[in-house]
């Protein structure tokens, strides 16, 4: 066996058994490109040998995504079928666990208009809404991990010759989620364990608000009373502790739906929906978005900033400091699941119930008396930089560094 396929076994190990740490019994989904074929065999085979009941497969292919927008009929821009919505309401309330291989291409939908993208969103993220609660409210184990395809690598390593980006993408694939590692569930279980001391320590101080300073950002962000910063693993409702995005190197919580105020700029690009967004920013007032400019991709931010009254308010604070192994290997990777963990970030859109106090028990209105955030989507964009300063304001006023030169300014020791 060559070292390749030996790190693809460790890699495919891991996210099963840190990942969605499935259990005996349990059946598994795995949503994955046909392009990871390989690597999806491997995860099926040892998902198995953990003990799965059943492992279903359902493969994506991005020419069929496209498809849908180049020929299909007017009116089916805004449907969605019910009936696969219903299976995986099912599979979640049958103790199910979701492996979701997400490889977003920014190219996907170019030349496609903004508005045909948007509809087929809001169609998609109505249908699937019951199943959306179940992810935010941790109700079962899900995981969102990543490996590469040609368009993606020839994206990221377009400085590279065309046979050296999918050997290049995989080698970052397993840098970032410590598969060189002699043992890279133990050594995942120790870096866990780090992120439980970060947010115990956040959790202890309870701050009032966030403050926030950079070029372009000035922004204050409040904490409502019961917040709770999350990050590493998390327990679903079965109690199975489950990593829901590899890698990750977050620590994250809830804003207060109504007390962000000042203006915020990006970092780095997004994917939205197949389409690049680019260099924008956002004014708030009363939490909400009064105010956005972008250089690329402005169209699509405005549909995302219409989808539903809760687009243009936020959902999430996360914090990852600037020296961390992704942002290190200096590249923009065009996957919000790699991108958001090299960076500090917030989130428009629809909040995390399990980041409030028995916020999993509250209705979407309790929620929001609360000071969550409910909505169709839930979009991070990115903001860390190496000159980030973050303040933290406690309960009696008194303001502390949380981060500078973008890397924590807090001991977690």
């Known amino acids: 066996m060559d070292n390749f396929q030996r790190n693809l076994e460790k890699y495919a190990e891991l996210v099963i058994r840190i990942g969605v740490n499935l259990n005996k019994g349990q059946d598994l989904l795995v949503e994955a490109p046909i392009e990871t074929l390989e690597l999806t065999r491997l995860i099926v085979q040892k998902a198995y040998e953990a003990g799965a009941n059943y492992v279903h497969v359902h493969w994506q292919d991005d020419v069929v995504s496209r498809s849908k927008f180049d020929y299909a009929d007017d009116a089916s821009m805004d449907y969605y079928p019910l009936w696969y919505t219903s299976m995986l309401e099912k599979f979640v309330e049958n103790g199910g666990a979701l492996l979701n291989i997400k490889v977003p291409n920014p190219n996907l939908f170019d030349g496609i208009d903004a508005g045909l993208i948007s509809r087929v969103s809001k169609a998609t993220s109505t249908a699937r809404a019951k199943y959306q609660h179940y992810v935010r409210t941790g109700e079962f184990s899900w995981c969102l991990i990543k490996a590469p395809t040609e368009a993606w690598a020839s994206i990221v390593y377009a400085d590279l010759p065309e046979e050296e980006r999918v050997p290049a993408m995989w080698d970052a694939i397993f840098h970032i989620n410590r598969v060189y590692e002699e043992d890279p569930i133990a050594a995942w279980r120790k870096h866990l364990d780090t992120l439980k001391a ?56 809830l804003p207060n739906r109504t007390g962000v105020s000042g203006t915020v700029a990006s970092t780095m690009p997004l994917n939205v929906n197949g389409a690049l967004v680019d260099r924008f920013s956002f004014t708030f007032e009363a939490g909400k978005v009064v105010d956005f400019q ?23 604070v ?22 958001e963990n090299a960076s500090c970030h917030l989130a428009l859109g629809s909040c995390y119930p399990i980041n409030l106090k028995e916020g999993t028990t509250l209705s979407n209105e309790e929620l929001k008396a609360r000071g969550g955030n409910h909505s169709l989507i839930h979009v991070d964009f990115m903001i860390g930089s190496a000159e980030l300063e973050i303040d933290g304001e406690l309960a009696d006023g008194t303001v502390e560094p949380l981060f500078r030169e973008g890397n924590w300014a807090l001991s977690f020791e």
């Open 318 to 339: 996360a914090l990852v400091p600037f020296d961390s192994p992704i942002s290190n290997l200096k590249r923009i990777f065009y996957n919000t699941g790699i991108d």
């Open 198 to 253: 970060t947010r115990k320590v956040l959790n202890a101080r309870n701050y009032k608000a966030l403050r926030y300073r950079a070029t372009g950002t000035d922004l204050r962000v409040e904490l409502p009373e019961g917040h709770i910063w999350l990050g590493g693993d998390k327990g679903n409702a079965r109690g199975i502790r489950y990593v829901a995005n590899m890698p990750t190197e977050e620590v994250f919580t």
């Open 294 to 316: 972008a250089e690329v991709g402005y169209e699509h931010l405005a549909r995302l900033l219409d989808m539903d009254e809760g687009a243009r308010y936020l959902g999430e």
